[in-house]
């Protein structure tokens, strides 16, 4: 099954010239140039958005943060001309996922589509909550509550449901650090093999009754991790 794109952009230019090379690249592509109608479209089933910041009507930062709302959680890789710190800031904090700036190349915009897929993916396949001993996780909302009925929830951030939902994709398997370093980490970071090691420990803290033995994300020296749920 090809991967779905819906591209919000209403410069005609720029919106074929990322659907002609999202096309070459193998994604079915859908083009809109208006907000409104980005979020309509939205609501169906797509893997991947690109998202214009300057938009006719509702700008792009207005649309991430209604997608959101709505809870609509396709990764965004956010279009703008801004590639200032604070406009970073403000376009992650509404809900983008990634953030390119104008003018850029096409081969990466090709390769940050093709990881925010590939992240997305890690979770979809699974169709279900997460469950990670007294703790269910709704991969769609990224909310954790106790399955005793004790009303205690946690909200995890992105990277820690792309990584749980990795492992928990992979129940029982070996993983190296490297095959996770590849799924749930986007373009944008620069991690390390360290950085998976750090996820791993709050992964633990949250889930694990104790931390220092865990149960659940098991180490193997050298190699990498194995998810038991």
Known sequence: M????????????VADMVRLNLEHA????????????????????????????????????????????????????????????NSRVTGLDAGADDYLAKPFAMPELVARVRALARRAGAARPLGRDIVVAAWRINPDTREARRADGSGERLNLTETELSLLAFLASHAGEVLSRADILETAWGMDRAPTERTVDNYVMRLRKLFEDDPEHPRHFLTLRGVGYRFEP
């Open 26 to 85: 193998g994604f079915d592509v859908t083009c809109v140039d208006r907000g409104e109608d980005g979020i309509a479209r939205a609501r169906e089933a797509f893997d991947v958005i690109v998202l214009d910041w300057m938009l006719p009507g509702l700008d792009g930062i207005d649309v991430a943060k209604q997608l959101r709302r709505e809870h609509v959680a396709t990764p965004v890789l956010m279009l703008t001309a801004r590639g200032d710190v």
């Open 2 to 13: 090809s991967v779905r794109v819906l591209v919000i952009e209403d410069e005609k230019l």
